[in-house]
């Protein structure tokens, strides 16, 4: 008897073990919510703070001038994403529309769940980027961009993908790989930090 006792006492802990690891899951450390995986993706738009702010509607992003490039990134465990057509609007053209960088200020990239990615103006310029081959050989880095991507291959970024607007780093070459931490998913705000 006080062994069945004791299994009954290790079952409900396991089970309640496994509770408290699937809340984990299913949640983010910042309590903030990740866009909605419908494809529709409900009400999202974009917010710009600079000198002054400025919400964008995916509507809203896709009047705007769009760059097109060749995008191909690589995780820091070795998984490749790409190579990819994208398209999308560069950074330097949402910020000048809060107001602009200078050359010493910072961007600041969020995504809903607490992820954030920061570029200093020269980046959005194309510059201080480590840029490889196909191989994942460290090549000299081409002229790049830094877009807000919402097409990717013709069509619309996918939830899975990071849509409906994620960060890509461009090249007119194929296949340049760049690292693709940088590549922020489901970006909802774009800050920029005035040094």
């Known amino acids: 008897m006080p062994g069945q006792k004791m299994q009954g006492l290790i079952l409900i802990a396991c089970c309640c073990l496994v509770l408290v690891l699937i809340s984990g899951c299913t949640g983010n450390a910042t309590g903030k919510s990740i866009p909605s995986a419908d494809p529709a993706f409900g009400n999202w738009d974009l917010t710009l703070n600079g000198t002054t702010q400025k919400v964008l509607t995916r509507s809203d992003l896709e009047t705007l001038p769009a760059v097109t490039a060749n995008g191909y990134a690589v995780s820091t465990t070795g998984i ?36 954030l990615w920061v570029f200093d103006a020269g980046q ?72």
């Open 80 to 115: 490749r994403f790409g190579p990819y057509t994208c398209k999308g609007v560069d950074l330097r053209d949402l910020t000048a529309l809060v107001g602009g960088i200078g050359e010493k200020d910072q961007i600041w990239v969020y995504a809903p769940d607490g992820y």
């Open 124 to 195: 959005l310029n194309g510059k201080g980027f480590v840029t490889f081959n196909e191989s994942l050989r460290e090549v000299p880095s081409p002229p790049l961009k830094v877009i807000l991507m919402y097409e990717q291959d013709g069509k619309p970024v996918t939830y899975n993908d990071g849509g409906p607007a994620r960060v890509a780093i461009v090249s007119d070459s194929p296949g340049i790989v760049t690292e693709g931490s940088a590549w922020v998913k489901w970006v909802d705000r774009i800050e920029v930090h005035k040094k």
